[in-house]
């Protein structure tokens, strides 16, 4: 059973500029999470999908957004780059959102220079 | 609100020695709690999580955790460290819903001495 597939792994871009990023959930997995991990803030919640819909979203400013698509892949947008926006993206998915076995993926490394 | 506090950012043992990392929540609903670990340029593995069965959870490679109420803590141990478990550690809490989703602390380096 493949695992949580985050593409691309590494990413280099220009301030000002905006990135997507996307995750493919295990199969049958209808949830997803989006996490930002810098050596400053840890660990952080960005938002989570279920059935194509934002569930919360985490205290990130606009230029975060996201979606989810029919077969449960979803992408993350970032606008405007920063450089503090500089961090280890991780995805998460899991069956749906009452069940507690968030499986991540090796995330997407992105350097805004 | 939910809340995780570990103690120690960095935790030294040595090899075959007891691995003890702490961890504190806070959270105003019974939580439900995860280990993960990470190794360098990976993403996290789930260790274990307590989801309000057995207050003694298992989890993968020899580690366990408690959970306490009445301390608010969720320890993780393992009886013999190898050099293999030389990670960073992330506890995390979930108050439920899941709509707030994981709330990691700030992570434990586990060094291990050979």
């Known amino acids: 059973k493949a695992g949580v597939t985050q593409t691309p792994r590494y990413l280099i871009k220009t301030r000002g500029q905006q990135v997507t990023l996307s995750c493919s959930p295990i199969s049958g997995h209808r949830s997803v999470s989006w996490y930002q991990q810098t050596p400053g803030q840890g660990l952080q919640f960005l938002f989570e999908y279920f059935s194509e819909t934002q569930r919360n979203k985490g205290n990130f400013p606009g230029r975060f957004s996201g979606r989810q698509f029919s077969n449960s892949r979803s992408e993350m947008n970032v606008s405007t780059l920063e450089l503090g926006d500089s961090a280890l993206y991780l995805c998460?998915?899991?069956?749906?959102?009452?069940?507690?076995?968030?499986?991540f993926g090796s995330g997407t490394r992105l350097t805004v220079v | 609100a939910q809340s995780v506090t570990q103690l120690g950012s960095h935790v030294s043992v040595s090899e075959g020695a007891l691995v003890l990392l702490r961890c504190n929540y806070s959270?105003?609903?019974?939580?439900?709690l995860f280990w993960y670990v990470q190794y360098p340029n990976q993403g996290l593995q789930l260790l274990l999580k307590y989801t309000s069965a057995a207050t003694l959870v298992k989890g993968i490679n020899g580690f366990e955790a408690e959970f306490k109420k009445s301390e608010t803590s969720f320890h993780l141990t393992k009886p013999s460290a190898h050099m293999s478990d030389a990670a960073e550690y992330f506890c995390a809490v979930n108050s439920g819903g899941g709509a707030d989703g994981l709330t990691f602390g700030k992570g434990t380096h586990l060094i291990i001495q050979p």
């Open positions: 959270s105003s609903v019974p939580p439900y």
């Open positions: 998460a998915s899991r069956t749906d959102v009452s069940n507690y076995g968030y499986t």
